[in-house]
């Protein structure tokens, strides 16, 4: 049995309420930023991809140096051309990865790549005292579980940047959801820093909640994947058919990575972190024989935990299938996200079972 914990450090709550507001300051910044970097870079190329698609241009060209102002230089490189083996016949070439094309893009994107580091650092410091403040994990509640939710996601997307991979695409639209996700918390998912009930009092909690926070960060970013995937797919679709996209659809779309590369990564990002989904549903189930006497019982987050674990296994097998591959698949894997949303807000919030003790 473990021993009445001690009341929480009001001060050190009230510290990590002020440097989750910080970040939630800096993540705007850094929107900015990723708006600036797609406004004042180059505009776009539709020539690029429609050349790799009618064979009229060398779409594979050599890097080049774009002199700035002052005589400061930027080298960009030429994105490669990708075959489209995974989702169709098309062979495509990457777009730069955000803006880029001018010195003053790439050096917008580099600010708010930095922005979002400096917030990354704030907010998990917020996290970090939080957990000091009670002296236990920091997801105990829904407003925890949420800050520490974009936290690892943001943290997985800088791991991707440090290892030089082409996610810098991913930024805008990740720092959008992260400020809609903390809005939500500290508006309506809010709860004072607290102890937890008898059963949370369990190494398990560490095991089991961060697995499942890890996991639907990284479901997050394929998700991400996915959606893009779509609309980038219906644009190269488009110019293959002869037609001419808009020019806003146009500046946008043809800076990201391929139809190709977008689906790839959204794959490989959802099969790599399957098995650690598999691996909490059943820390889950142990715990729950700890904690409550049996290790499955149907309550609702248990129950949509295992339906994520299908959707999600579906979509892995459907994606490995011929007759599965690229938009099909794509959709598949977003209502396999859909579930995990609902399985954290619709079940938490709407629906009552074991999992409901920690109210919000």
């Not at 959606?227 to 043809?254: H, M, N, Q």
């Not at 299908?310 to 490995?320: D, F, I, M, N, T």
Request: with cysteine; glycine share 10%.
């Amino acid at each position: 049995m473990t021993p009445l914990a001690a009341a929480a450090n009001e001060n050190l709550a009230e510290i990590s309420n002020y440097l989750i507001y910080s970040s939630m300051a800096v993540y705007t910044l850094a929107f900015f930023a990723h708006i600036a970097e797609w406004t004042f870079g180059s505009r776009s190329k539709v020539a690029r991809t429609a050349a790799a698609l009618t064979g009229t241009a060398d779409a594979a060209a050599p890097a080049v140096q774009v002199r700035g102002k002052g005589g400061a230089t930027a080298v960009l490189d030429r994105p490669r051309v990708t075959t489209r083996s995974g989702a169709g016949t098309r062979d495509v070439p990457d777009g730069p990865g955000a803006a880029g094309g001018t010195a003053q893009g790439d050096l917008y994107g580099r600010i708010a790549v930095s922005l979002t580091a400096l917030a990354f650092l704030v907010e998990a410091a917020g996290v970090v005292t939080r957990a000091l403040s009670v002296e236990r994990a920091p997801w105990g509640n829904m407003y925890e579980f949420s800050i520490t939710f974009s936290t690892v996601a943001v943290g997985t997307y800088l791991v991707l940047l440090a290892l030089k991979k082409n996610v810098r695409w991913l930024g805008l639209i990740l720092v959008t959801t992260v400020l809609l996700d903390l809005g939500i918390a500290v508006t309506w998912l809010y709860t004072d820093s607290d102890q937890l009930v008898p059963a949370l009092h369990s190494y398990w909690l560490w095991i089991h909640v961060s697995t499942a926070i890890f996991c639907g960060a990284v479901f997050y970013l394929g998700a991400a994947g996915a959606v893009l995937y779509l609309f980038r797919d219906s644009y190269e679709a488009k110019l293959a058919g002869g037609g001419t996209p808009g020019r806003i659809a146009s500046s946008v779309l043809e800076r990201l990575p391929s139809a190709a590369s977008l689906d790839k990564f959204s794959y490989r990002i959802n099969a790599a972190v399957f098995p650690l989904w598999t691996f909490t549903i059943i820390a889950g189930a142990i715990w729950a024989g700890d904690a409550w006497g049996r290790y499955w019982g149907w309550d609702p987050k248990e129950v949509w935990s295992f339906v994520t674990w299908v959707a999600y296994a579906s979509y892995l097998h459907a994606r490995a299938t011929a007759g599965w591959k690229g938009r099909k698949a794509a959709y598949l894997a977003l209502f396999a996200f859909a579930c995990w949303i609902w399985n954290y807000y619709g079940v938490n919030i709407l629906l009552s079972g074991k999992h409901s003790y920690a109210g919000v």
